[in-house]
């Protein structure tokens, strides 16, 4: 069964700390991508990736910066994580071959 | 950033219902997508629309890629329990990146 795997379902990490959110996937995919979803916000994208040492800023990428050192591998992190950033965060993965994207099941994280 | 107005924002509705739900954007699309997420899990891909005017059905669900190429709909015939999550449209202008709506929340009451 292919699958996105991201490496923790909750996270509870303290102000100012550095936090690195990891995803896998299985199937690969060219196209890698890190939303946070807020109530009443929606899915918003904080970086994409369309290949290996590649990335892209989405809409939201202040506090935040990737790696891809590996085509199924692609991580997210919080330089100095802030209250602000407690949301829950989904990685998805994408062929250019095909439409939509296979999601992670999500991390929430919560910084206090 | 851009998002999607999706509609209505939250739902409460009866076991046996039908529901209706819509995606409208000011820009003009070529893919649109219908997702649900379950409480816990990741969005799952339920339908996808690839030209204006096209209807496509997935069991219960039935989804439609509006004439102007700026609105999507998506309706649930006859809703149960397990249709209980959030459901998201999302659209692509051609790119490998999608713009994702704000969310329909479903509760179905049994």
């Known amino acids: 069964d292919v699958k996105v795997t991201q490496s923790s379902r909750y996270l509870v990490k303290r102000t100012g700390e550095k936090v690195f959110l990891e995803c896998v996937q299985d199937?690969?995919?060219?196209?890698m991508f890190w939303y946070r979803q807020d109530p009443g916000l929606g899915l918003r994208l904080i970086y994409f990736?369309?290949?290996?040492?590649?990335?892209e800023k989405g809409d939201i990428p202040e506090g935040y910066s990737v790696s891809r050192e590996k085509k199924e591998r692609f991580s997210l992190i919080l330089e100095s994580a802030s209250t602000n950033q407690t949301s829950m965060y989904l990685c998805?993965?994408?062929?250019?071959?095909?439409?939509?994207?296979?999601f992670g099941s999500g991390t929430r994280l919560t910084v206090v | 950033g851009q998002q999607l107005n999706q509609s209505p924002q939250s739902m409460f509705i009866q076991e046996g219902e039908d529901v209706s739900m819509n995606c409208t954007s000011s820009s003009i699309f070529n893919t649109w997508l219908w997702y649900k997420q379950e409480p816990g899990e990741g969005p799952v891909l339920l339908i996808a629309l690839y030209k204006a005017g096209e209807l496509t059905s997935n069991g219960r669900l039935t989804a439609q890629f509006g004439i102007t190429r700026k609105d999507s709909f998506l309706n649930i015939s006859a809703s149960i329990p397990s249709d209980v999550g959030i459901y998201f449209c999302a659209e692509s202008s051609g790119t490998y990146k999608y713009i994702f709506g704000t969310g329909t929340r479903l509760k179905v009451l049994a």
């Open positions: 990736s369309y290949d290996v040492k590649m990335k």
């Open positions: 199937m690969d995919h060219e196209n």
């Open positions: 998805a993965s994408s062929s250019r071959a095909s439409y939509g994207y296979t």
